[in-house]
């Protein structure tokens, strides 16, 4: 039995980047679509949010002169491309999925709302909603809260490179330790880089829990389901 009914997924795009350090690396790719694949086998009702960092940042963009609402605007479609690319790997093993887009652009993907995806996702389709929130100024994280509260979500899934949540960056401090639970409040008052605090409000007011784990290690997102305590857990 899976431990939730209907997760939203967040997935960054860096991880899909793999080793090569831009783009898409296709080996990391089949990984994810294959993990994806498992649980939504298990009777798990998916949505997935994917970021676009591994092609385009709006914020980054805007530090190199860009606009900053046409650097968020690329950003959306960065993501985008990063949905259809893992819609083509899950069709590909015989996972169906659904792509919804903030921002219409039919026949790339169908305009998004709750009830489509949700629709959807009771047909037993794997969920991909792109584009963000369609505003600029939000994140994917925070675009990732805002779809989790919506599709009525039992958690957030957060797959990020680390295996949860520390007192410091793990990679840069050698000395932080791992929390395996921690409530909203303590990460927001503790400056904690878990997702943006707008993103963190949001789950809080609305009482969505968030999961924090490794998505890049093959056989993760199973052992999140199954109830195994491997990342950390942020709850009221």
Request: glycine letters at 12%; a neutral charge; hydrophobic letters at 40%.
């Amino acid at each position: 039995m899976a431990k939730f009914k209907r997760i939203l997924l967040k997935l960054s795009g860096e991880s899909l980047m793999g080793e090569q350090g831009y783009g898409i690396d296709v080996k990391r790719l089949n990984e994810d679509a294959a993990q994806i694949k498992v649980v939504q086998q298990m009777g798990v009702e998916i949505g997935i949010v994917i970021g676009g960092g591994n092609i385009f940042r709006g914020l980054t963009g805007a530090g190199k002169g860009f606009d900053r609402v046409k650097g968020d605007q690329m950003g959306m479609m960065a993501t985008v491309i990063n949905s259809l690319a893992l819609s083509s790997a899950l069709e590909a093993i015989g996972t169906p999925t659904k792509v919804l887009t903030a921002i219409r652009m039919e026949p790339v993907g169908e305009f998004y709302t709750k009830w489509k995806a949700i629709e959807a996702m009771k047909e037993g389709k794997v969920v991909i909603m792109a584009a963000g929130t369609g505003s600029p100024y939000f994140t994917t994280d925070t675009g990732s809260s805002l779809r989790g509260i919506e599709i009525e979500a039992d958690v957030m899934l957060k797959g990020t490179r680390v295996d949860g949540i520390y007192t410091a960056d793990p990679e840069k401090d050698p000395t932080a330790t791992k929390f395996s639970d921690i409530s909203y409040d303590e990460v927001i008052s503790r400056g904690l880089k878990v997702m943006d605090i707008t993103a963190t409000a949001m789950c809080r007011e609305n009482n969505l829990p968030i999961y924090v784990f490794n998505m890049d290690v093959v056989g993760n997102l199973k052992k999140v389901m199954a109830g195994e305590e491997i990342g950390t857990f942020v709850h009221p």
